[in-house]
C-alpha cells in the first residue's frame, strides 16, 4: 500500500537549515502532488508548499515563501523541503502529503517529523 515516511526532523537553533526527506512507496510517484504541511502544538495543521508531479509548478505559504525550498526526485520517489533561516515559530511536526492528480485533497499522510528551532 502506499507509504509516506518523513525524516530529517531534529532540534537547531534559529538561523540554522535543516532538509527534510519524505520517501514514497506503493504509488507512480510522478501522477501525485506532494505536499509539507505542519502543525505547531495547540494549533491548526497549516500548509507549507506543494510541488506537482513534474516538478515545474511549486506553490509556498507566505509564511515561509524565501526561505523554505520544495524538490522532488521521482527517480528515488522521494520529496525534499529544505528550510533556510529557521525561526522558532517554524517549530512544528511536519509532515508529508500526497495527493492523486485530479484529486482536491491530499489523500495520504505520513507520520510526520519534529522540527524545534531555539532561540
Known amino acids: 500500500q502506499l507509504q509516506l515516511v518523513e525524516s530529517g526532523g531534529g532540534l537547531v537553533q534559529a538561523g540554522a537549515f535543516l532538509r527534510l526527506s519524505c520517501a514514497a512507496s506503493g504509488l507512480t510517484f510522478g501522477d501525485y502532488r506532494m505536499g509539507w504541511f505542519r502543525q505547531a502544538l495547540g494549533k491548526e495543521r497549516e500548509f507549507v508548499g506543494s510541488?506537482?508531479?513534474?516538478?515545474?509548478?511549486?506553490s509556498y505559504a507566505d509564511s515561509v515563501k524565501g526561505r523554505f525550498t520544495i524538490s522532488r526526485d521521482n527517480a528515488k520517489n522521494t520529496v525534499f523541503l529544505k528550510m533556510n533561516s529557521l525561526k522558532p515559530e517554524d517549530t512544528a511536526v511536519y509532515y508529508c502529503?500526497?495527493?492523486?492528480?485530479?484529486?482536491?485533497?491530499?489523500?495520504?499522510w505520513g507520520p510526520g517529523t519534529q522540527v524545534t528551532v531555539s532561540s
Open positions: 510541488i506537482i508531479g513534474g516538478g515545474a509548478l511549486i
Open positions: 502529503a500526497a495527493r492523486r492528480i485530479g484529486r482536491i485533497e491530499f489523500e495520504y
